[in-house]
């Protein structure tokens, strides 16, 4: 069965780094797009980077462009988020998602496979 694994969160202070990992099974991880998407307490679920099948396209939010990475290792069937400089506003539960067909875009609706979600707290 598809199975995705988040880990790597915790509370860390104003301007530390965090790096997430999403340990998948049960699929091809290169032929799956991949994407983290995070939910605030009494928030939706947004997207905050994606990367498409084949890697064709990158995704960002404007609110974490230029301090998150996504990356993958297809031969450890793994997804990172590397997380610089990370400020209050990013504390939420972090999740993984994976799904075969998404070309384009980074919204939770794209996503068929989910993981359990990690916590993130940015607190001073």
């Known amino acids: 069965q598809v199975q995705l694994v988040e880990s790597g969160g915790g509370l860390v202070q104003p301007g530390e780094s965090l790096r997430l990992a999403c340990a998948t099974s049960g699929f091809t991880l290169e032929y799956y797009a991949v994407g983290w998407f995070r939910q605030a307490p009494g928030k939706e679920r947004e997207g905050v980077s994606c990367l498409s099948t084949r890697d064709l396209n990158t995704y960002y939010d404007d609110s974490v462009k230029g301090r998150f990475t996504i990356s993958r290792d297809n031969a450890n069937n793994t997804v990172y988020l590397q997380m610089n400089n990370l400020q209050p506003e990013d504390s939420a539960d972090y999740f993984c998602?994976?799904?075969?067909?998404?070309?384009?875009?980074?919204?939770?609706?794209?996503?068929?496979?989910w993981g359990q979600g990690t916590q993130v707290t940015v607190s001073s």
């Open positions: 998602a994976a799904d075969p067909g998404v070309v384009a875009g980074c919204s939770p609706g794209l996503y068929d496979y």
